[in-house]
């Protein structure tokens, strides 16, 4: 029996929970089933090293060549198609902006090499260039797109994504709340849906939350014997992160001993920075940018903290319980698939302050720290139900 190719396709190999992710599904395949290859945009991120030694990582998909043939890049991009759709779509709305959607597919479409490779199956790791590229570069029998997060928020246009979708054979979505919002976006596409969740595997963060590590903030961290809440978040308003300043505000009125980390970078870094120092709270909130690898950090805390307006699936918060870290997070649209308020962690209304009445229970109640924390500890995650169904798609190709 002939071994099936698999095309992975991803921007860059960054520290996220998508990128967590791709690399639990790459090491739990079977790799004497197939035969795995990997296409980045630029071969570049913390996280290059854990790719597994069975895939195949292909030359970078950006094509870095001289001036001249720059300037036929660009002269095709300026004649092209795809961007006289949006400059339309924009005389057509005036109020709108040029649709930020069509770069990425410009990226994919005339900034990218084409692999000279004829493949099984092409998987798009993440929304944006990853899933435009394995439809508009690609050669392979299925093309499955990931999205990782709500599709109305990650598209504001999405008349304008039905001609990179047609190219593909289904669309994954990461929970049935994904999929609704999806289908209440772009109801036609239903029959090419489908709901994977995302693979995490255990071992993997088990296995690098307990890596030895060299850093000064860390041996603090563990050193601190008071209340530890982490946050682990790309710093944009998407994450709502202001809301951490206000819960912190409450916090440190009440006299609690407590100390709040955020690990992170982003656009949102110095306002936040601002904050914490126009409110004093230099010794109780402590931003201290993106880490190599936070497992430890999440590893020596009590509680993980997710403040933001918005979620898809968050991977974050399903490694905190991996880690026996309570979660307590703002209500998400998918956040029953994998919290059990209460018992597996704490779910708050999603506003301003309602994270600070959750960690003041838990900090006022030990014996509800451990009942939580021991529900978690006995929990089991099983990722096959993942792997079958990518098992089960290259079966009936």
């Known amino acids: 029996m002939m071994r099936k190719k698999i095309l992975f396709s991803y921007y860059s190999m960054d520290i996220g929970g998508s990128t967590t992710s791709l690399l639990s599904l ?5 790799p004497e089933k197939y035969d795995m290859y990997l296409i980045l945009y630029r071969n570049t991120g913390a996280l290059l090293p854990y790719i597994p030694k069975h895939v ?12 001249w043939q720059n300037i036929k890049k660009m002269c095709r991009i300026l004649f092209s198609s795809t961007l006289y759709k949006g400059l339309f779509y924009q005389i057509k709305h005036k109020e709108k902006k040029y649709p930020v959607t069509l770069f990425s597919e410009m990226q994919a479409k005339y900034l990218s090499r084409k692999i000279n490779m004829k493949f099984d199956v092409a998987i798009g790791g993440m929304e ?12 392979a029998d299925i093309k499955m797109a990931w999205f990782h997060s709500l599709f109305s928020k990650i598209s ?3 008349k304008l994504e039905r001609d990179w979708i047609e190219r593909i054979t289904y669309i994954v979505n990461i929970s049935k709340a994904c999929e609704y919002d999806f289908l209440n976006c772009l109801p036609q596409y239903s029959e090419k849906c489908i709901i994977i969740k995302n693979m995490l595997s255990q071992q993997l963060v088990s296995e690098r939350a307990d890596e030895i590590i060299q850093d000064k903030e860390y041996e603090e961290w563990k ?4 209340f530890k809440v982490i946050t682990v978040a790309r710093l944009d308003p998407a994450k709502a992160l202001y809301r951490v300043i206000k819960c ?15 690990i992170g970078d982003g656009g949102e870094k110095e306002t936040l920075q601002q904050m914490v120092i126009e409110n004093n709270l230099e010794q109780h909130v402590l931003l201290v940018g993106a880490k190599m690898n936070p497992y430890p950090f999440m590893k020596e805390s009590k509680v993980f903290c997710l403040t933001s307006h918005y ?6 918060v399903k490694e905190s319980m991996m880690l026996g870290v309570i979660p307590v997070v703002t209500r998400y649209k998918s956040v029953t698939d994998q919290i059990d308020n209460r018992r597996t962690g704490i779910v708050v209304e999603n506003e301003d302050t309602t994270v600070a009445d959750a960690l003041c ?10 009942e939580i924390r021991n529900q978690l500890i006995n929990m089991i995650f099983d990722e096959k139900a993942t792997i079958h169904c990518v098992d089960e798609i290259l079966k009936n190709k």
């Open 26 to 30: 790459m090491n739990n395949l079977n």
């Open 56 to 67: 195949t990582v292909l030359k970078p998909a950006v094509k870095e060549k001289n001036v």
């Open 248 to 262: 912190a505000i409450i916090l440190k009125e009440k006299k609690y001993d407590f100390k709040w980390m955020i």
């Open 128 to 139: 944006g260039w990853s899933d435009k590229y394995i439809a508009y570069r690609v050669d």
């Open 311 to 316: 979620e898809g699936t968050p991977v974050t």
């Open 223 to 226: 050193k601190y014997k008071g």
């Open 361 to 370: 229970e838990l900090y006022n109640c030990e014996e509800l720290q451990n």
């Open 156 to 158: 504001e246009t999405p």
